[in-house]
Each structure stands twice: as C-alpha cells, then as structure tokens.
C-alpha cells in the first residue's frame, strides 16, 4: 500500500482539463515536504514534470501545472494533448518512514 | 545531455546475489545525492537507497536494510546496488536517479535511468 494516495486513472477529451490528486498525511505532505510529479512511460526513464509543488522543469509544457493545500497536492493538465498519455506520480518524503514516498500511479487517457 | 544508464540486472534465485552499477554522462555525480528507484510489476515506485556526495552515510528503506548496499565510485561516475539475500519480492525494475534539494531539504529526483530488470525466481 502507498504511503501516497492516487486515483487509478483520469481521463479526458482532447483540449479537456484533467486533475490528479496525491492524498498523504501529517508525515509527508502535511508536514510541509515538496510534492514532485513524474510521467511514466513503459521502456523509458521517468520524466520529471512538477517539482516543489508548483514548479516545472525547462522543457516541460506550460499546460502543466499544480498546487499543494494541508496532507494534499495536485497535478492539472490544461488543454490535455494525446501525448500526455500516460501514468502519473507523486512523490515526497515521510519522516516517520525515515524515506522517500510514491504514490501508485495515476494512468492518463486521452479518449 | 544528462544521463543515466543502468545495468547488472538478470535472472538470479531466491537467496542469490546481483551488483547493479550505474553510468552517469553529461554531468559529475560528485556533487549529488545519488539513488536506487525500484518498480515492481503492476506496482508503483519505490525508493530503495540512496547515499551522500562523498560515499558515506547510505541510507535504505526498512525491506532491503541489511541485505543490500549502496556505493559509489565519482572518479568513474558510478553508482552501484549490491544486491544479496534475494527475494521473490525483490523482482523490479531498478532505477536510478539523481537527487535534487527542494527547499535544503528532501527533494526530487532527475534525471533518471531507464532502469535495468531484476527476477528473482527458482
């Protein structure tokens, strides 16, 4: 089980809105640690694609954006394009845990 | 470009033993915080390890604690996973990745490896 908590899949219309949702506790989220999302793609190194909750790397679309509030954070991808396909993950640190989290994944379509 | 690429991964038993090693290009892993990111099948990801600029102080999560070490070489920009005691469990795809501070503290990672495939199997 993940000490994150993600939807198993979003999916939206070309040029819809998505959002994903991380879910945590007191420990991670809550505790004022950095939320960073990354896309996964099957074969390939993981993309990162928010990082610090709000901030996103050269490269990466301005469509592409996220917040944090409380043991929460999400990832919202504006003006969605079939090359957003994919699976999506949060990641944080837990300090009871002593380590770096994840969440399961959220799977992106495009239908 | 910076980059990452993994290898030593394979087919070992239960109770075998495996050394990942790591290659970074385009950048000097010496001034990081370096990382091992596993993916079980069907799962999401999990941190494995990780290690300080200068080799000291590893870190590891509480599954592989005791049966796994973290090491590096900077003068040859290499990281490595020595794997023992093996598990059923232990089968992933094993990453790694560079760390990066948010804030001087815990951060994020990138860029990252494509990963190299562990099975632990009979």
């Known amino acids: 089980q993940s000490a994150l908590t993600q939807p198993p899949s979003v999916s939206g219309a070309p040029g819809q809105r998505v959002t994903i949702s991380c879910t945590g506790r007191g420990t991670n989220i809550g505790a004022g640690y950095g939320v960073h999302w990354y896309q996964l793609l099957p074969g390939t190194a993981p993309k990162l694609v928010l990082y610090g909750n709000t901030n996103r790397p050269s490269g990466v679309p301005e469509r592409f954006s996220g917040s944090k509030s409380g043991t929460s954070a999400s990832l919202a991808i504006s003006g969605l394009q079939a090359e957003d396909e994919g699976v999506y993950s949060c990641q944080s640190y837990d300090s009871t845990l002593s380590a770096y989290v994840f969440g399961a994944g959220t799977t992106v379509s495009v239908l | 470009e910076m980059q990452l690429v993994e290898s030593g991964g394979g087919l070992v038993q239960p109770g075998g033993s495996l050394r990942l090693s790591c290659r970074a290009s385009?950048?000097?892993?010496?001034?990081?915080?370096m990382s091992w990111v596993r993916q079980a099948p069907g799962k999401g990801l999990e941190w494995v390890a990780n290690?300080?600029?200068?080799?000291?102080?590893?870190y590891y999560v509480e599954s592989v604690r005791g049966r796994f070490t973290i090491s590096r070489d900077n003068s040859r920009n290499l990281l490595f996973l020595q794997m023992n005691s093996l598990r059923a469990e232990d089968t992933a795809v094993y990453h790694c990745?560079?760390?990066?501070?948010?804030?001087?503290?815990?951060?994020?990672?990138?860029?990252w490896g494509r990963g190299t495939e562990v099975t632990v199997s009979s």
């Open positions: 990745a560079r760390e990066h501070d948010f804030e001087a503290a815990f951060g994020y990672f990138d860029p």
């Open positions: 385009g950048f000097s892993i010496s001034a990081d915080w």
């Open positions: 290690i300080k600029k200068d080799g000291t102080e590893p």
